[in-house]
């Protein structure tokens, strides 16, 4: 069984930057897409940008975080990074990633991230 484990959430001030992980326990080549989702209280859980698999990774931001997000991953495709710099109050959510495979959803745990003055 494949486990996610992510890690870089925190308080931030606006402007501030994070730099969000999730690990897998093994490499993920066969993956579909590998992506951020993240959920503010109150609020449906939402795409935040994601990578296609194989060799073109093909990335897709969503409009509120183009220019500032950038999602990258490790050569060994078992890591997916998300870069948010110039963080905004509204971007305040637990962060969850999410590796889409042949059979299913892999989900990590979430992490929250704050920004706040």
């Known amino acids: 069984q494949v486990q996610l484990v992510e890690s870089g959430g925190g308080f931030v001030q606006p402007g501030g930057s994070l730099r969000l992980s999730c690990a897998a326990s093994?490499?993920?080549?066969?993956?579909?897409?590998m992506g951020w989702y993240r959920q503010a209280p109150g609020k449906e859980r939402e795409l935040v940008a994601a990578i296609a698999g194989g060799g073109g990774g093909m990335k897709n931001y969503a409009d509120s975080v183009k220019g500032r997000f950038t999602i990258s991953r490790d050569k060994a495709h078992t890591t997916v990074y998300l870069q948010m710099n110039d963080l905004k109050p509204e971007d305040t959510a637990v962060y969850y990633c999410k590796i889409a495979v042949a059979w299913g959803d892999l989900w990590g745990q979430g992490t929250q991230v704050t920004v706040s003055s």
């Open positions: 093994r490499n993920m080549f066969a993956a579909k897409s």
